[in-house]
């Protein structure tokens, strides 16, 4: 029998959990614009599938359950044109390189090991979950300021408020931030 | 803003802050490190400070934009309205 345990505010799931999702599908198709497109998908596949959700997991493990059948999909789908994308695929314009298929270079070129890449992906979603636990307008603006890298005028202009106001918000965002890390990853 | 060579631990710790985003003046910075010069509190603040910067490079954290967010809501509106 069901029983409305949980309720589902949708209008809420970009602001709340858009971020989480896209720094998860990025770190594993490491493309932005699928990983933007994937998001997207999620959000409607979650819509449809509304009334399977039990609120047995949160919403936020809900949806990456989604996220990784469309991640898997997506795997999927770029498997089965590889045949078509070998015959376009062009060569490293690097001469020392001459000969690599560009598919054998899609791994990172950065001297980081297997282990590090992995912490940093963690790292990255802890950062994340953190960020969550700040107020939206808080996270929002010091998202701009810190990840986007925006100017302090452009955000003080698309959100009418002062510098001062900013560096403000900026300050707790950035205690919330540290003692939020402090407890869930340097202690585990 | 009056230049001062001493400064109360809030504009240090605002300091800090600006300087993790690279936007100190030369005069801020001097303020700022004779401060740390005696005050211990602060010296901490902007350790940790510095070490959450580093957090956000080495953690490969992304995020979308507001014009990026405002789609998928528009999108996620329709498919609800549709549905």
Same mark, same amino acid.
């Given at each position: 029998?069901?029983?409305?345990?949980?309720?589902?505010?949708?209008?809420?799931?970009?602001?709340?959990?858009?971020?989480?999702?896209?720094?998860?599908?990025?770190?594993?198709?490491?493309?932005?614009?699928?990983?933007?497109?994937?998001?997207?998908?999620?959000?409607?596949?979650?819509?449809?599938?509304?009334?399977?959700?039990?609120?047995?997991?949160?919403?936020?493990?809900?949806?990456?359950?989604?996220?990784?059948?469309?991640?898997?999909?997506?795997?999927?789908?770029?498997?089965?044109?590889?045949?078509?994308?070998?015959?376009?695929?062009?060569?490293?314009?690097?001469?020392?390189?001459?000969?690599?298929?560009?598919?054998?270079?899609?791994?990172?070129?950065?001297?980081?090991?297997?282990?590090?890449?992995?912490?940093?992906?963690?790292?990255?979603?802890?950062?994340?979950?953190?960020?969550?636990?700040?107020?939206?307008?808080?996270?929002?603006?010091?998202?701009?300021?810190?990840?986007?890298?925006?100017?302090?005028?452009?955000?003080?202009?698309?959100?009418?408020?002062?510098?001062?106001?900013?560096?403000?918000?900026?300050?707790?965002?950035?205690?919330?931030?540290?003692?939020?890390?402090?407890?869930?990853?340097?202690?585990? | 803003?009056?230049?001062?060579?001493?400064?109360?631990?809030?504009?240090?710790?605002?300091?800090?802050? $600006?300087?993790?985003?690279?936007?100190?003046?030369?005069?801020?910075?001097?303020?700022?490190?004779?401060?740390?010069?005696?005050?211990?509190?602060? $010296?901490?603040?902007?350790?940790?400070? $510095?070490?959450?910067?580093?957090?956000? $490079?080495?953690?490969?954290?992304?995020?979308?934009?507001?014009?990026?967010?405002?789609?998928?809501?528009?999108?996620?509106?329709?498919?609800?309205?549709?549905?």
């Amino acid at each position: 029998m069901e029983s409305p345990k949980h309720k589902i505010d949708t209008t809420q799931w970009v602001d709340r959990y858009a971020d989480y999702l896209f720094n998860y599908a990025i770190t594993r198709v490491n493309d932005s614009y699928v990983a933007e497109e994937l998001v997207q998908e999620t959000f409607v596949a979650g819509l449809k599938a509304m009334k399977n959700f039990k609120g047995e997991a949160t919403e936020r493990t809900w949806l990456i359950s989604i996220l990784k059948r469309k991640i898997i999909d997506q795997y999927q789908k770029a498997n089965s044109k590889k045949g078509q994308a070998e015959v376009r695929m062009d060569y490293s314009t690097s001469s020392d390189r001459e000969g690599d298929w560009l598919e054998e270079q899609v791994e990172d070129s950065t001297t980081m090991n297997a282990e590090s890449r992995l912490e940093n992906k963690e790292l990255g979603l802890a950062i994340e979950i953190c960020l969550e636990k700040l107020p939206v307008k808080q996270a929002e603006i010091f998202k701009q300021k810190t990840i986007l890298e925006q100017e302090t005028d452009t955000i003080c202009k698309e959100h009418d408020i002062t510098a001062s106001n900013l560096w403000v918000i900026i300050h707790r965002a950035r205690v919330q931030l540290m003692k939020c890390l402090e407890d869930d990853w340097f202690k585990n | 803003m009056k230049n001062k060579l001493f400064i109360s631990c809030e504009e240090a710790a605002h300091r800090i802050d $600006k300087a993790q985003y690279g936007e100190t003046t030369f005069w801020e910075k001097l303020s700022f490190n004779f401060h740390n010069l005696y005050c211990s509190h602060c $010296k901490v603040y902007a350790a940790i400070n $510095k070490r959450l910067t580093l957090l956000f $490079k080495s953690g490969d954290v992304h995020c979308l934009t507001r014009e990026q967010k405002s789609k998928m809501k528009e999108k996620l509106a329709d498919t609800a309205s549709s549905s």
